[in-house]
Each structure stands twice: as C-alpha cells, then as structure tokens.
C-alpha cells in the first residue's frame, strides 16, 4: 500500500507541476501536541487510575516544519502534496513527594522522542475569501525514536539518559489528516490540523497504539 501510494503520488506531481503554470510554493511551520492512542492508551490510563495522582501521563509538545506546493484545479479546490519534519511522541511522569514538606522524593520522567518526516497530499476546497478546508491521507517515515529517562530523587539527578528504541517500531505510518485554515492577501495564514496514523506503532505488534495529534502552525504562500 504504501509502494503504490508513493508512486502515484511522484507520479500525479509530475504530471500537474509539468502541466500547470500556476504551482504555488508554500512553506509550514508550528506545534504538535501528540499522543497515543489504543491499548496500550488505555492500559496506561488503568495504571494512572491506580496511582492515586503519583503517576501521570504526558502528550508530548513539539514542533513540525516544511514545505509544499499548491496546484489549482479550479478558483475553489486545489491539491498539495507537502514534505515535513514532525515530532510526536508520549509520554509518562511519576512524582512522590514528602507528606506535608512538600519536598520531591522522586522525579521521574520517560518520554519517547520520535522524529518522522510526513509526506501529506491535501485536498483544500476554498468556500470564502482566505477560509480553506483540507484533509487527505498522509505517509509518515520514522526516522529515529529516543526513549529520554531522568530520574532525580531528593533533587539530585540519578539518571539522565538517551536510549534509542528506533528498532522496536514500526517505520511506516500510513494515516490521515485534515482541519481549518485561514490566509490573509499577503499570503500569510493560520491553520488548526488534526491527524490520526493507522500503522501500529509497536514493531512485534504486542500492543495496539497509534499515533494521534493536533497540530496549529503558519503558513505562507508566494
């Protein structure tokens, strides 16, 4: 699936940029705050619930940046495939402190890191003067996954640490994408983007858990 998917897609942006004099380059940037979801969500959700608030989980907020091109098929609808730099990952934060001293016993934090770049083909339907709807199916390649650790009991680092864990998941993400977007007469505008992947994340395929995110960034249009 995702060998035809990338081959009609270098094949549709030949053919349109080849044969369209009216391509418009565009450059993107913003957050994302991702997460996951499915079992293993869920399962972590369950220990949370039994930790009485000393163990919490965290969605993990960071940046994606890139670029595209838009090719017009009429004054309303377009498409733009799109190359990005994205990271996702999740995360979970254990606390303990001492009763009434209010003193941290015990920081601890793991957070996976993970670093895709997302080849996105966008439908974009325009309905008003600079609003714009869009949403299509997007590829995503991992290209790294650092699992951080840093442990500090007292106020003393014990562990402060960088494990890669890239062979544990699953390169490929195949998913979908799609929001709201304004943009201004001078081309610059404002977007607010939700995206789900339907690749299991685990390698082995031992937990159900899928890449989730929201995403709010800025774009401009030459």
Known sequence: MRTIYLGLLVAFTTVTITTNAQVKPVIKAGV?????????????????DQTDGYITMRNRTAFYVGAGIELPLSDIVS?????????????????????????EALDARATSQMHYIDLPVLLKVKPAAGLQLFAGPQVSYLVKNNLRADVAVLGFSLINSDLDI????????????????????????????????????????????????????LTYRF
């Open 32 to 48: 994302i705050q991702s997460t996951w979801k499915g079992e293993a969500r869920q399962s972590f959700d369950q220990l949370v």
């Open 79 to 103: 498409i733009e495939p799109s190359l990005l730099y994205t990271q996702r990952g999740y995360g979970i934060k254990g606390n303990l402190t001492i009763n009434d001293m209010k003193i």
């Open 166 to 217: 890239t062979d544990q998941f699953n390169r490929w993400d195949v998913g979908v994408t799609g929001g709201v977007g304004y943009e201004f007469a001078n081309g610059i505008g404002i977007s607010a983007a939700y995206e789900r992947g339907f690749q299991r994340l685990d390698k082995n395929q031992n937990f159900k858990a899928f890449n989730e995110g929201y995403k709010a960034g």
